[in-house]
């Protein structure tokens, strides 16, 4: 009867062993998927930052601000440059937007877009570049139809705009 009792109270003991090896498995892997998600939003924002670091260094909004007001007087190298510019920042919302139909991020990009679209796809060569370059998000249909439905609902921009709305608000 001793060796029974010693016996019981060994798999009691391993059986408290295994579960809190459970529950400090089941906490690591919690921790490791919040570590994997900041990293995830932090690709994010380094996708942006290297957005602005090119909108900054290289002239691209005094080239955008050209593609809306004279798109007929791009050059070549202007077009490819706008070509690079609109696919980075496609590139960023596909995975943003990924990434919230996977539920590894907390809001849904295509909101954002659905306020900057206006002026982003507004003049004539930005909606040129996205009837050609559509097929790059046939993986992100909610991205393609909030883009869609914003050409479609306004008209061609023939003046970049929103820098007269900010200045009119000086």
Known sequence: MEISKANDWMQL????????????LAQE??????????????DIYKGWQEIDQLNF???????????????????????MQLDAWFTMIMNV???????????????DPTENLSRSAR???GGRFARAWFST????????????????????????????????EIRSRL
């Not at 003991?13 to 400090?24: G, N, T, Y």
């Not at 919690?30 to 939003?41: D, F, G, I, K, S």
């Open 29 to 42: 892997l919690r921790q490791n998927n919040t570590l994997a998600e900041a990293e995830m939003v932090n």
């Open 133 to 164: 370059n559509s097929d790059m998000l046939r993986n992100d249909p909610k991205t393609f139809e909030v883009i869609d439905r914003e050409i479609k609902a306004n008209p061609v921009l023939t003046k970049f705009d929103y820098a007269d």
């Open 119 to 121: 002026w982003l796809f």
């Open 13 to 24: 003991i391993a059986s408290v062993a295994v579960l809190i090896s459970i529950l400090l």
């Open 57 to 79: 260094e290289s002239g691209a909004m005094a080239l955008f601000a050209k593609s809306v007001e004279k798109p007929e007087e791009l050059t070549d190298a202007e077009i």
């Open 93 to 107: 919302y596909s995975r943003q937007s990924l990434m919230y139909f996977r539920y590894e991020l907390a809001y």
